[in-house]
Nanobody, 124 residues
Framework: QVQLVESGGGLVQAGGSLRLSCAASGRTFRSYVMGWFRQAPGKEREFVASISWSGGSTSYGDSVKGRFTISRDNAKNTGNLQMNNLKPEDTAVYYC?????????????????WGQGTQVTVSS
């Protein structure tokens, strides 16, 4: 079992930056792939980014490539999502997720554990 808690969300103006964190507890975090997803009102959950257990492989959704960076610190059992040049369309609840495995995973159904989410609002 893995427990995930997100933090770092908030309100920011377009063009600004936020850094989301995901604190993991429970089983060994380094054994898990970590991902970030987001869900805006009335929309389906969308893949944002994923990182392999070692940090050596990352994947990004097309809408965030070049603006967002995913990272992890296995020694601290934390994962991060650095979000730069934010746009109003980035407004959503952002979820941290974990799945046992080694490679980046792109689909929500592949993840076993989810955080409660943190709200990100980007004003124009």
């Amino acid at each position: 079992q893995v427990q995930l808690v997100e933090s770092g969300g908030g309100l920011v103006q377009a063009g600004g930056s936020l850094r989301l964190s995901c604190a993991a507890s429970g089983r060994t975090f380094r054994s898990y792939v970590m991902g970030w997803f987001r869900q805006a009102p009335g929309k389906e959950r969308e893949f944002v980014a994923s990182i392999s257990w070692s940090g050596g492989s990352t994947s990004y959704g097309d809408s965030v490539k070049g603006r967002f960076t995913i990272s992890r610190d296995n020694a601290k059992n934390t994962g991060n999502l650095q979000m730069n040049n934010l746009k109003p369309e980035d407004t959503a609840v952002y979820y941290c997720a974990a799945a046992y495995g080694s490679s980046s995973l792109l689909h929500a159904y592949e993840y076993d554990y989810w955080g409660q989410g943190t709200q990100v609002t980007v004003s124009s």
